[in-house]
């Protein structure tokens, strides 16, 4: 079986052989064929970090092991990794977090038992860094949650959650704030919940999560989240278990699936042959349980928990009594515990998740489509405009803009009310919205919106419009807050 790596940068090499290594020592079916992708390939003129030949390489084999990569900062320049991961639709960013020994944490010490996983939704939300100033002061990000990108991940954390025997999936989310967005993950969530019913479904605001999180990990078992909220979710779940060197990773799609270590390029110690290769290991692990090589999956994980439980350990964790060894010896004392078990730590489960992805052609790019059509109307538009007048004045000269049934019936500063009503302790920024709605929900045209455009352009530096729609009876935006 062919499969596509890239060995990234940084410690990238160092690791990634160490585990081909391992891989090679218990004698896997697999073919690599190595990409160029990373930092240094963009350094060579590929503004995307990778090669036409690794793009594709790595659609043909479906298949994507790498090792971290480094995002240039600043300059505009895009994460390799992110562009991977939203490219080649990797819907599913599943993480695993689990109380080892060998490795001490406040957890383990207490005697509290973790097994944890973590799916990320890995596309949307504020990743596609859609960000636009729209004055010299004022930034503003789009954040993009969708039913058919919400539905492709809890699908896959019901499936998984199902397979792996799990008693709990809880859906963290912000709904409370944000009713549209995570409003809509959540709605998602509970329709997919119905199709599983000997699983315990249920949802819970992402502050309240990360605070119970960190008092009772145990009481969690699979939980699905929105991409930024997951992103940090994640990494504080990586410290519960001791770190981001505990980590792997799957990014799991329809047609292409990237395994890699959560962890980055870590430059401080890059060259020096002394990093922890276990969460590119673990990774590989879940690759091999993908391909469904679970037998192999199984066998080398046993070896590097018994590692990992005789105290052997790199620079970066273990008992601090007990000298550290370098990256090569590290990889090598786990091949040499093949065929061994450890006592202490969970055992790794052959019937672990296998979701084996199709890697089947395709002509044309898959259009995500919901099945509701209820019918569509436009009842109103929001102008982002810039300006320095009080909420008073400008809604005068606002008003002069009205047109029949479409009046202006807030005007908002930061997503606050401030006109008709608000209090003058309310800090502004140069950029309002002024909301201009229909009477009684009359529709309107496109036209009525760029008439209105027009009218008030003469007045003011527009920086941004949104029509307000409404489907059926729901209207589709929501309220400032106070309004
Ligand atoms: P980092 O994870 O590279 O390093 C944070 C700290 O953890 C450092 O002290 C490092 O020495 C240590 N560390 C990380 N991995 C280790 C390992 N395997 N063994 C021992 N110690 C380890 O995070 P940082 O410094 O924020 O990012 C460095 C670069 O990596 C950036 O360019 C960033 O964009 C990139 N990055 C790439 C990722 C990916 O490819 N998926 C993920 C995260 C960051």
Redesign the pocket.
Known sequence: MKIAVAK?D??GPE?MDAVIGIFNAAKLPLDYQFVDMGKWVFDKGFSNGMTPEAKETIEQLGILFKG????PKGKGVK?V?VTARKTWNTYANDRKFQTLSGVDTVFSKAGINIDLTIVRENIEDTYGGIEHKLTQDVAIARRYITRGGSEQVIRYAFEMAQKKGAKRITCGHKANIMKLTDGLFLEVFNEIAKAYPNLKADDIIVDDLCMKLVSHPELFDVIVLTNLQGDIVSDLCAGLVGG??FAPSSNIGDHISIF??????????AGKNI???T?LLLSGLNMLRHLGMMEKAVMIENALLFTLESGVH?G?FGDKSIASVNTTVFAQAIIDNFGKQSTQNPKPNLKDFDFVSTNKAISKNPMLLGSNNEPHKIVGADFFIESTLQPNELAAVAMQQEKNELKLVTISNRGTQVWPTGSVFTNLVNQYLLRFETENATPLTQSDIINLYSALAKNFQISSVEILNMWGDKKAYSLAQGQ
């Not at 971290?68 to 995002?71: Q, Y």
């Not at 890699?260 to 110690?269: F, L, R």
């Open positions: 990234g940084g410690i690791i971290p990569m480094e995002t994460s990794n981001l060197g890699e270590a959560v962890h980055g390029t870590a430059p401080d110690i990093a922890n290769p969460s790199t970066d």
